[in-house]
Structure formats: C-alpha cells, structure tokens
C-alpha cells in the first residue's frame, strides 16, 4: 500500500538578522492510510513545527528550505496559499491544542461547522446542517439538535476539543494532524478524547500524525511513533518496539522517566541537562552532551536513521561499523 503522507528530508529555516536558524533538519516519515504515527519529544524538539509545515501554517519568517511533502503523490509543500487552503479543509484536518484559539467566539458552533461543510462538501445549507448535528452527536456532544446553535463559551474544555474534532471531521479529510490535543484537558477527559479520536478515525478511515510529548497518549493510541530530538527524528519504529526496547538513549531515557506502577522508586529517572537552543546546536549528535552512551564519534559526525533491530534509529551505537568502546 503506498503511503498517503509522505514528508522526504525536510528543512525548516527561520532567517534572522544574525544568522538561519534551523529548525527542523532532514526529517523524514510517512504515514500510511488509515494508521495513527505519534510524534513525541522534549518541547523544542520540531514535533508541532513539523505539524505546521505539513499544513502549511507556519508562522513567518519560518519557510520550508528544503525537502518535499506529498500528499496521496501530490507535492503540496510548495502549492499556492490558496491552493493549499483547500487542500487543507478537504483533505487534511486540523485539530490543534488550544480548542478556545481554534473556534470563533463571535459565531454559534453550528455556523462554524455548517460553513466548514459548505465551503468544502457539494452539499445544501440544509443537509450541512444535518452533517453537522450528526457530527456533534459522533463526538459525543448530548443534545446536539439545541446545543449546536450556542456559542464556544458555553461548552467546557473538553466538549470544546469534542467540537474541534466534529469540525476537524467536517469535509471528511483523508488526514488529521493533532497537535495535542489533550494537553489542557483532566486525566479522565483526556482519556475520553483519546479513544474518540481512535474510534472515529477508523470509522472515517483517516491516517493521523499525532503530535503530543505524553509517551502514555502515545501508548494506547499509535501503530508507530516518531522521536523527536532537536529538530531531527531520534528513533522511528513500531510503538511496542520503540516503548519496549527503545534503540536510542533518548528514547532510553523517556521511557525511563515515566513511574511504572509496579516498581518501588524513591525518585524517577531523569535525563540531565536540557534541549539545546537552534543557535547552539552541538555538532554530531545532538544528543550527544546529555547522553549516557556518548564515544568520540557521537561528537564528531551526525548519525542517520539506521536499522536498529525492529526499529530504525539515529545513533552510532548501531552503526554496522561500528569499533569504538563507550566512553
């Protein structure tokens, strides 16, 4: 089956007066119709700015450098504003982390849905209406035939992220870009988010790209998962794999900073210190001043992605030539 996103060795830049900053260098992924793939990392590590290129919303002077995104064989990353605008309701759907910035405060639900619908879908004022309500009602809004003339400030949080996806649904897209989309929601609603997100998209048979930094979202929702670091992916691979056997320290390091529930730790793990800015990238892998397996080659030359057992990762540790003893 051929993939639906394909995102081939992607450079973000954002030109200042003193130097480009590099954002996001050689990313590569794709996403096949129908899978869910998370994307997770440190804040700062590109995951939602990878998200944003794929829509075409990012935020000037940002610009995409180099690379190419395709979307079911089309090249869309260098499509008119325009052009992309349509691309962006009809095909790929948008559900972003803040619901309030997301919906208009000044229209009622119903309009926002309805004109989403007629902008994209060949269908009346009324049967968009009907769309609508049958949305609200798949999202798991009650009462949706009164609800959907009231305006965002009268839903909570978590029936606002609901509308956010009724809306992300709307021209029923091929592709959803999440960007985490439970972040400002409680533990039971976020859960309650999660499994809509899961069950509605296999209903509507959408792919997903699902941008969050909680590895427990990541769990129970993905087929695959992406780790970011520093603007570059760490590690790609099935999400058992990755979790279980993680083939990069960072991804080592994640893993181990999360409290298992069967284990008696005084203090969790921890990676010490902190995501480098773009201006102080290190050369060789980035990673490579925090990490706990570094050797002379990690601070000297940038690892690719490499076949690493099940999953692919970017560190010399599985380099096939590899001679050197960790320091």
């Known amino acids: 089956m051929?993939?639906?996103?394909?995102?081939?060795?992607?450079?973000v830049e954002f030109p200042t007066r003193h130097a480009t900053l590099v954002a996001l260098d050689d990313v590569s992924f794709d996403i096949a119709p129908g899978e869910i793939l998370g994307v997770v990392g440190e804040s700062g590590a590109g995951k939602s700015l990878t998200g944003s290129a794929i829509i075409g919303l990012l935020d000037p002077p940002g610009r995409v450098a180099s690379g190419e995104i395709r979307f079911d064989g089309r090249?869309?990353?260098?499509?008119?504003?325009?052009?992309?605008?349509?691309?962006?309701?009809?095909?790929?759907g948008a559900i972003f982390q803040d619901p309030l910035t997301s919906l208009n405060p000044l229209y009622t639900i119903g309009q926002q849905l309805v004109e989403t619908i007629l902008t994209h879908l060949p269908v009346s004022a009324i049967e968009a209406r009907q769309r609508?309500?049958?949305?609200?009602?798949?999202?798991?809004?009650?009462?949706?035939?009164?609800?959907?003339?009231?305006?965002?400030?009268?839903?909570?949080?978590?029936?606002?992220?609901?509308?956010?996806?009724?809306?992300?649904?709307?021209a029923e897209p091929r592709l959803i870009v999440a960007d985490e989309p439970t972040t400002a929601l409680d533990v039971s609603v976020q859960a309650q988010i999660i499994s809509l997100l899961k069950r509605l998209c296999r209903e509507h048979g959408a792919a997903v790209m699902l941008v969050t930094?909680?590895?427990?979202?990541?769990?129970?929702?993905?087929?695959?998962?992406?780790?970011?670091?520093?603007?570059?992916?760490?590690?790609?691979?099935?999400?058992?794999?990755?979790?279980?056997?993680?083939?990069?320290?960072?991804?080592?390091?994640?893993?181990?900073?999360?409290?298992?529930?069967?284990?008696?730790?005084?203090?969790?793990?921890?990676?010490?210190g902190a995501m480098p800015r773009l201006n102080a990238i290190p050369r060789g892998c980035a990673f490579n001043p925090r990490c706990p397996k570094v050797f002379d080659r990690c601070r000297s030359e940038r690892p690719e992605l490499m076949s690493a057992g099940s999953t692919r990762a970017a560190c010399w540790l599985h380099a096939a030539d590899r001679v050197e003893v960790a320091a």
């Open 2 to 11: 051929s993939p639906l996103l394909e995102v081939k060795n992607l450079r």
């Open 75 to 92: 090249r869309i990353d260098n499509l008119p504003y325009d052009e992309m605008r349509q691309v962006r309701g009809r095909h790929i």
């Open 132 to 170: 609508a309500v049958k949305l609200l009602e798949e999202t798991g809004i009650q009462a949706a035939e009164q609800r959907i003339d009231q305006y965002p400030h009268q839903f909570s949080g978590g029936m606002r992220q609901r509308v956010v996806i009724a809306l992300a649904l709307a």
């Open 213 to 272: 930094h909680d590895m427990g979202v990541i769990a129970e929702t993905c087929d695959r998962v992406a780790v970011m670091y520093a603007g570059r992916i760490a590690e790609l691979g099935p999400v058992h794999d990755v979790i279980h056997s993680p083939a990069h320290p960072y991804t080592a390091g994640l893993m181990g900073s999360i409290p298992a529930m069967d284990e008696d730790r005084e203090r969790l793990l921890q990676i010490d």
